[in-house]
Nanobody, 123 residues
Framework: QVHVMESGGGLVQAGGSLRLSCTVSGLTVADTAMGWFRQAPGQEREGVAAIDTDGTAIYSESVKGRFTISQDKDKNTLYLQMNNLTPEDTAMYYC?????????????????WGQGTQVTVLS
């Protein structure tokens, strides 16, 4: 049984930083594609960053240069380092995982999801 759990969200001032963590059980991080997604109230879930099994990382244009996705294979954990946060980054952030994906930033591609962690950026 696959279990995905996010942590690290919180309240931060604009310009600040947060690091989200995603711990996974039931599958191996190194063998799956994994991604970070976010959803603000009234908006669709959008892909923020993803990493493929070969280590290739991709980012949405809105976070490129500010966010960094990484993984610790020994801890079976995925991270999202978020710097220079803005109020527009306020959302529930979700971690997701799956195998053999073609479109890493598309939420519909993923079957395994966490419950989310809230990130709120104050202006």
């Amino acid at each position: 049984q696959v279990h995905v759990m996010e942590s690290g969200g919180g309240l931060v001032q604009a310009g600040g930083s947060l690091r989200l963590s995603c711990t996974v059980s039931g599958l191996t991080v190194a063998d799956t594609a994994m991604g970070w997604f976010r959803q603000a109230p009234g908006q669709e879930r959008e892909g923020v960053a993803a990493i493929d099994t070969d280590g290739t990382a991709i980012y949405s244009e809105s976070v490129k240069g500010r966010f960094t996705i990484s993984q610790d294979k020994d801890k079976n954990t995925l991270y999202l380092q978020m710097n220079n946060l803005t109020p527009e980054d306020t959302a529930m952030y979700y971690c997701a995982a799956d195998f053999g994906l073609a479109r890493l930033l598309w939420p519909d591609e993923y079957n395994y999801w966490g419950q989310g962690t809230q990130v709120t950026v104050l202006s």
